[in-house]
Structures are given as C-alpha cells and as structure tokens.
C-alpha cells in the first residue's frame, strides 16, 4: 500500500512538469515555425494569399489569443490527436507509431546492454582494485566514453558486415539485425555505468558490514554481489533514466549508419520543413516514454531499497 501510494505521488508530481513542458513544447514549436497559415498552405501546394491565410487562420483557430489555441490544442493531444503532417498528409499519431516502436527497441536494448556489460565490468574492477584488470577496465572505460557513437558504428559496421560478413548491412526492425545498433549505442553508456559503479562499490567494500559479510566466510566478489551490488548500482539506476530520454528522442546517426527506420531521422526531416504537427506530436510522445520509463525506474529503485518509502 505504502508503494502504491508513492507511486500515484510521483504520478501527481509529474502532471505539473508535464502542463509546464507542453506549454513551451506549443509556445517554442509555433515560434520556431514562423506563421504557421502561411507554412500550412505552402506545404499543401496552394500560393498564399491575404483571403487563403485569412481562411486558414480562422479554421486553425490562429486568430484565438495564445493560451486559447494551447488549451484547444492540449485537449486534442491529451487524444493523442495531433492533427495531419504537412510533409505526408497523413495523421501525426499514424506517422510517429509507424518508427517511434523501432526507437523504442533500440532504446531499450541498449540500455540493457549497457548495464549487462557495466555490472561484471565493475565488479571485476573492484575485485581486483590497483591491479592490471582495474587499470584495464579503467583505460578502456575512459576511452569509450569519449569516442563517438558514429564512428563506432562505422568501425562495427565495417568489421562485421563487410570483412566478417557475419553481420547485415542494411538493419530491420528484427531481433537478429538490433544487435549492433544496440551495440554501438550501448558502449558509451556501458563505461559511464562501469566507472560510476566501480567507484560505489570501492567505497562500499569499505564499509563494515561487507567486511562482516567476508568474516561470516564470503569472498570478497561473494560480498560485494550479494550486500555491495544493490546499493551501488541506485545512482546507475538514476543515470539509465536520463539517458533513455536521449535515446527515445532518436539517435539520427546510428539511424541513418544501419538505416534503422526510428523516430530521429523522420522528426530531423519534419523540423526542416517546419512540419509543426509532427514536431508537437514528437515532442509530446518522447516526453510520456521518457516519463513512463522514469516511473518504472522509481519503482524498481523502491523495490531495491526500501527505505525510500519510509522517505
């Protein structure tokens, strides 16, 4: 009951955040896209003129004061309806759930590649502290923090699909072609995780009650999974939840480099040609799987440790 009701708080605590952000969502999307009755009839092939921009601003009710036109638009997002695209003329909602579910899936692969490369790494680190295994995770965690994901899904790419040939060129949306997208994505995030939970757990091993643990007859790695591990992974816990909002926004180059049909490179081509719709719709999707996803976070953080429900 307890987590329940933190739960329906933390929901409570959102809904402000969220009115806040689709407020400038509205109000920065209609700036950026100038007037938007000329954009709207410019991408429906039609020549503006003063009587069509007259027309096409009452019928999108332009002509309404600002907080209006966003309580009118509000009431039709919260529909999920965000009108049709100017670039295809067809319905935001259709287009966006078409490649959001193949950003989704990379999102989330790699995010659990990343921690499921991050966890051993750093308890090996720990184990064995100021020895070669240690400077080596070390090393090579600085290191793929700091290379770029496009250049590390050309070098994958290049090495498994054209010298190994054991990889596709050209990825679907299938489990057997995610890997190295996921990959790719993956490696920068795994060695921010790997050096984050190898410093927590350095520090935890110092800590009486792991050298209690190790007396009752535990080895050191025994110690540290079993009482180090679910504390030192809370802060990774957090970091997943703010990556995962860059990831589900569309990562355009690993898009484009495995030609992976997401959300990123349809949302960059909208936002040229000043596609409002889309763009409003984008934003707001992004947003609420980014939400929902920190949400599950804080869940399993009060399932790992329980006295933030006493909190």
């Given at each position: 009951?307890?987590?329940?009701?933190?739960?329906?708080?933390?929901?409570?605590?959102?809904?402000?955040?969220?009115?806040?952000?689709?407020?400038?969502?509205?109000?920065?999307?209609?700036?950026?896209?100038?007037?938007?009755?000329?954009?709207?009839?410019?991408?429906?092939?039609?020549?503006?003129?003063?009587?069509?921009?007259?027309?096409?601003?009452?019928?999108?009710?332009?002509?309404?004061?600002?907080?209006?036109?966003?309580?009118?638009?509000?009431?039709?997002?919260?529909?999920?309806?965000?009108?049709?695209?100017?670039?295809?003329?067809?319905?935001?909602?259709?287009e966006i759930f078409s490649r959001?579910?193949a950003t989704l899936e990379l999102?989330?692969?790699?995010?659990?590649?990343a921690v499921i490369f991050a966890?051993?790494?750093?308890?090996?680190?720990?184990?064995?502290?100021?020895?070669?295994?240690?400077?080596?995770?070390?090393?090579?965690?600085?290191?793929?923090?700091?290379?770029?994901?496009?250049?590390?899904?050309?070098?994958?790419?290049?090495?498994?699909?054209?010298?190994?040939?054991?990889?596709?060129?050209?990825?679907?949306?299938?489990?057997?072609?995610?890997?190295?997208?996921?990959?790719?994505?993956?490696?920068?995030?795994?060695?921010?995780?790997?050096?984050?939970?190898?410093?927590?757990?350095?520090?935890?091993?110092?800590?009486?009650?792991?050298?209690?643990?190790?007396?009752?007859?535990?080895?050191?790695?025994?110690?540290?999974?079993?009482?180090?591990?679910?504390?030192?992974?809370?802060?990774?816990?957090?970091?997943?939840?703010?990556?995962?909002?860059?990831?589900?926004?569309?990562?355009?180059?690993?898009?484009?480099?495995?030609?992976?049909?997401?959300?990123?490179?349809?949302?960059?081509?909208?936002?040229?040609?000043?596609?409002?719709?889309?763009?409003?719709?984008?934003?707001?999707?992004?947003?609420?799987?980014?939400?929902?996803?920190?949400?599950?976070?804080?869940?399993?953080?009060?399932?790992?440790?329980?006295?933030?429900?006493?909190?």
């Amino acid at each position: 009951m307890k987590r329940l009701k933190l739960i329906l708080l933390r929901i409570v605590q959102i809904i402000p955040v969220l009115l806040i952000v689709t407020m400038l969502a509205f109000w920065l999307s209609n700036v950026s896209a100038g007037d938007v009755a000329n954009v709207t009839l410019q991408s429906k092939g039609i020549q503006p003129t003063e009587e069509s921009l007259a027309a096409i601003r009452e019928e999108l009710g332009l002509n309404d004061p600002l907080p209006v036109q966003y309580i009118n638009w509000l009431k039709k997002a919260c529909r999920l309806d965000f009108g049709v695209s100017f670039q295809t003329n067809r319905p935001v909602t259709e287009e966006i759930f078409s490649r959001f579910p193949a950003t989704l899936e990379l999102a989330i692969s790699a995010s659990l590649l990343a921690v499921i490369f991050a966890i051993p790494l750093a308890l090996l680190a720990t184990r064995y502290r100021d020895s070669a295994p240690d400077h080596v995770i070390r090393v090579m965690s600085s290191i793929g923090a700091t290379m770029p994901d496009f250049w590390i899904g050309l070098m994958l790419l290049y090495f498994f699909g054209v010298q190994l040939k054991i990889a596709p060129i050209v990825a679907g949306s299938k489990i057997q072609n995610i890997f190295l997208p996921a990959f790719t994505l993956s490696i920068q995030y795994a060695a921010t995780y790997t050096r984050v939970l190898r410093g927590n757990l350095v520090e935890i091993n110092r800590l009486d009650y792991i050298k209690a643990a190790r007396a009752r007859g535990l080895s050191e790695g025994g110690a540290l999974v079993k009482h180090g591990l679910k504390n030192a992974i809370l802060p990774v816990i957090t970091l997943i939840g703010v990556n995962f909002g860059k990831l589900v926004g569309g990562q355009v180059a690993i898009e484009t480099i495995f030609s992976w049909n997401g959300i990123g490179q349809f949302a960059i081509s909208c936002m040229k040609v000043k596609d409002l719709p889309v763009i409003q719709g984008y934003i707001i999707i992004v947003l609420l799987a980014y939400v929902i996803v920190n949400l599950i976070l804080d869940v399993v953080y009060m399932y790992i440790d329980p006295r933030i429900e006493v909190e």
